[in-house]
């Protein structure tokens, strides 16, 4: 697939492809990181830690946070 760089503005840009961007994994109005490296240019989504609320819902918003948890059997020195 080729594109054209355009002017946008004072600015110059380059429209991809909702599939592109699908495929990609990357949502409307999603920041991304760009650098820069012998004439190659890469966009990648930038790292975000996810919220409490995020982690949360993905354990269809039930989390244990009392009770015992299991850590095995003494590796080194531990005393229990």
């Known amino acids: ?9 004072n600015s110059q840009g380059i429209r991809l492809p909702k ?9 409307l109005n999603e920041v991304l990181d760009v650098t820069v490296a012998d004439g190659v240019i890469t966009l990648a989504k ?3 830690h996810k919220t409490l609320e995020e982690r949360a819902a ?16 003494p590796v080194g020195r531990e005393v229990w």
């Open 1 to 9: 697939m080729q594109t054209q760089v355009k002017e946008w503005g």
């Open 19 to 27: 599939e592109v961007l699908r495929n990609a994994g990357i949502a």
């Open 46 to 48: 930038s790292f975000r």
């Open 58 to 73: 993905e354990f269809g918003g039930k989390m244990v946070l009392d009770g015992e948890y299991d850590w095995g059997e």
